[in-house]
């Protein structure tokens, strides 16, 4: 369903387990810059009423997560760390073009924001299936499934607002963009790291 082109290599989650107050801290700015990219693209594309409107759901259901994250964190005792950089998501962006109509600024936007939420869904999946913490082998089942309506949420959009964009091809173009990168990441306690 996703499309991607790399699966991640399980023993990511052998890395993760090592330090899961790094992968919750991680996690729970991840949630947070969720909810920015979806306001962003709200404050960008405002003429869009149905966009708004389903961008604002998505954005308060990213912020519940941020939320649900950091009451994990508080639970077991830790602490919310500051603000991780995303270098995955940094280097992801490099492939939205520059310049340009605005509205194949907002395309690019959604399926670069459209792939971001395909790999969080497929990293939230081998958690969910290979974590030995059982509290968090369901958290992340449960946000597995809600990645997956915003992929398709974000993807649903870039395809209606694309008239006159050949939106499959961008689409397959970034996913190729993707897989050459991912080929990097997997080896750190971070949600894309």
């Known amino acids: 369903m996703l499309g991607l082109k790399l699966a991640t290599d399980p023993r990511w989650v052998e890395i993760v387990e090592s330090n899961i107050e790094e992968i919750l801290t991680d996690h729970a700015w991840c949630e ?13 594309n405002s003429e869009h009423v149905e966009l708004v ?9 990213e912020l519940e997560h941020f939320e649900m994250v950091h009451e994990i964190i508080k639970k077991r005792g830790y602490k919310l760390g500051p ?7 940094n280097k992801l962006f490099q492939f939205t073009q520059k310049g ?3 509205q194949q600024a907002m395309v690019d936007r959604l399926l670069f924001s459209a792939m971001i939420e395909a790999r969080s869904c497929e ?7 290979r974590i030995n913490d059982e509290e968090l082998s369901k958290f992340y089942r449960e946000l597995m499934i809600s990645e997956a309506g915003h992929y398709t949420t974000f ?17 397959q173009e970034l996913i190729a963009f993707e897989g050459e990168i991912i080929q990097s990441y997997g080896n750190s306690e971070a949600i894309h790291g």
Do not use: C, M, P
């Open 32 to 44: 947070q810059k969720a909810a920015t990219n979806a306001i962003t693209i709200i404050t960008r």
């Open 53 to 61: 409107t389903d961008l604002l759901k998505l954005a308060q259901e």
């Open 83 to 89: 603000e991780r950089k995303d270098h995955y998501v």
């Open 100 to 102: 340009g109509s605005r």
């Open 123 to 129: 990293r939230f999946k081998l958690l969910s299936e």
């Open 155 to 171: 993807l649903g959009f870039a395809r209606q607002y694309g008239e006159g964009i050949d939106v499959e091809k961008r689409w």
